[in-house]
């Protein structure tokens, strides 16, 4: 299977696409973004790698940043972390606050905005902001094995200054007593986590832990445990992509994390960390050309955790 030779032809069958979605504007920094965009990187198991299109160009990994702010979470309280975050899909939107009235401000799963605010909430812990986000930083830094990764600080500021349903959901949450610090040191952590600047190259390293049984190739440690890697894994499945999950489970087989950036993350356990960005989005707010390069690269592949031999 020539790997370049697949990602190359859907970077041209991406650029010819007519239907390339509506990048996010509620974002103001993002609205700007030329849909025409499209990165794909893919970093095998052996260490191979295949790039094409836009594949090292920066872009806002936005909710991409829930995966490692839950590897980090998890590795700071354990699994206690569940007592106050779900681990069902939530069937509504990203940013929804219905089934927290009933669900007494405890978030269906860490992959919404709301249960990343509670993640991100535990990662404060006792430290100041900028100590809880100089470790993420450094995390996916050491996670990709690149030190010029970049928070983009105009990107956080325009959330902070914009991000009025994150502060609603905050505040409902913290009503119920499900945040402990408050609110605007739990969404600067979260905000400045969701500009975490990236390319579609540095994404796919960052990846490599959750195809390598928790291990991180590029340095032979361990990031997290077999057991949390399985698990991590299974969230993105059933949650990855909000109420989009299901379809994608459907289309594309594999554990994906979807942001408002347009960048999605997939895994093919055993074999390959993989990322996509375009930043134009579908009704559900996961990339429209991400998730269609997914599927085309799926069907050439036969990577599917689904049927493993296949491919
Ligand atoms: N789906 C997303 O990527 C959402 C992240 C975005 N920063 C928000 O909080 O709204």
């Not at 990994?61 to 939530?90: C, N």
């Not at 739990?186 to 905000?191: A, D, P």
């Not at 190259?201 to 959750?210: D, E, F, W």
Request: proline share 5%; aromatic share 6%; charged share 20%.
């Amino acid at each position: 299977m020539d790997l370049s030779a697949i990602v190359a032809d859907i970077a041209a069958e991406m650029a010819e696409a007519p239907d390339r979605g509506k990048p996010a504007d509620y974002i103001p920094a993002l609205a700007g973004i030329d849909p025409h965009r499209f990165g794909i990187a893919i970093v095998e198991a052996d260490g191979q790698c295949h790039l094409a299109g836009d594949a090292e160009e920066s872009f806002s990994i936005q909710s991409i940043s829930k995966v490692f702010a839950l590897t980090l979470a998890l590795g700071a309280v354990g699994d206690q972390l569940w007592r106050r975050v779900g681990r069902e899909p939530s069937g509504t939107a990203f940013n929804s606050i219905v089934q927290l009235e009933t669900e007494s401000g405890i978030p269906r799963n860490p992959f919404i905005n709301a249960g990343a605010i509670v993640v991100a909430d535990m990662l404060l812990g006792g430290y100041e902001p900028r100590e809880a986000i100089g470790e993420m930083l450094r995390f996916v830094r050491a996670l990709a094995g690149e030190d010029d990764i970049v928070i983009d600080a105009a990107v956080a500021q325009a959330e902070m200054e914009t991000g009025h349903r994150n502060q609603a959901l905050a505040h409902y949450m913290r009503a119920f007593g499900n945040l402990h610090h408050p609110v605007d040191r739990v969404l600067g952590v979260y905000f400045h986590f969701c500009a975490l600047a990236m390319s579609c190259r540095q994404l796919a390293l960052a990846g490599r832990y959750l195809m390598a049984r928790g291990v991180n190739p590029g340095t032979g440690r361990s990031v997290v445990s077999p057991q949390r890697a399985r698990r991590i894994n299974a969230l993105m499945m059933s949650c990855g992509h909000y109420d989009g999950s299901g379809e994608f489970a459907f289309r594309v087989g594999l554990p994906g994390k979807s942001g408002v950036g347009g960048g999605i993350l997939a895994i093919v356990p055993g074999r390959a960390s993989i990322a996509v960005w375009s930043p134009g989005l579908n009704a559900r707010g996961n990339s429209q050309l991400g998730t269609l390069a997914l599927e085309r690269l799926v069907q050439r592949t036969g990577w599917s955790v689904f049927d493993p031999q296949a491919g």
